[in-house]
């Protein structure tokens, strides 16, 4: 899968972290959105180095898909316990 292939996961993984984790978010919706890509990036490649699950080449792989929501996941929870207060 292509760069273009990771950053589209990216904006879906970091959409249904968004779901997943309701709330105001410091950075909105271009905030969210970036950590999203950064997410499903930093989730292919700890399944990789760490799990040994290689990432597949195809984009409908499930294994890809829980790796970068839940990379997601982290990284928009620690986003929001280090700049939870800066939009009140």
Do not use: C, Q
């Not at 990036?41 to 290689?54: E, N, Q, T, V, Y």
């Amino acid at each position: 899968m292509g760069i273009i292939g990771w950053i589209v996961l990216g904006l879906l993984a970091g959409g249904i972290a968004k779901i997943l984790l309701p709330g105001r978010d410091p950075g909105g919706l271009i905030g969210t959105t970036l950590i999203g890509v950064a997410g499903a990036f930093i989730g292919g490649w700890l399944s990789a180095k760490f799990l040994d699950r290689p990432i597949e080449n195809h984009f409908f792989d499930l294994a890809t898909w829980g790796s970068a929501i839940a990379g997601s996941l982290v990284l928009l929870i620690g986003y929001r316990i280090l700049f939870g207060n800066s939009r009140d």
